[in-house]
């Protein structure tokens, strides 16, 4: 499994998301991707159909195909079990 971040440095959701994402980085070994919205607008819009609202986390089997995606700010304990939810 893979998973998609998309944020950007003006977000604020996504700087409250960048700890979170590096402690449990830190806890589980992850296969992460990171995307800056603001370089790959036009490419992700395309790739992923997805609007404005910032960050996004994808998450994708190993065939890329999508599980479940995530919108906005969340609390670790949230995105932990989504995470275990997608048998990761």
């Known amino acids: 499994m893979k998973i998609i971040k998309i944020g950007s440095t003006w ?3 996504c700087i409250i998301m960048k700890p979170i994402w590096e402690e449990i980085e830190k ?3 992850l296969n992460t991707e990171y995307y800056d919205f603001d370089i790959y607008e036009d490419e992700l819009k395309e790739k992923y159909q997805i609007g404005d609202k910032l960050p996004i986390i ?6 890329g ?3 479940t995606r995530i919108i906005g700010e969340v ?3 949230d995105l932990l079990k989504k995470i275990k939810e997608s048998n990761y």
């Open 65 to 67: 195909k999508e599980l």
């Open 75 to 77: 609390k670790k304990d």
């Open 11 to 13: 977000c604020s959701a």
């Open 27 to 29: 806890e589980i070994t």
């Open 58 to 63: 994808i998450f994708l089997d190993d065939n």
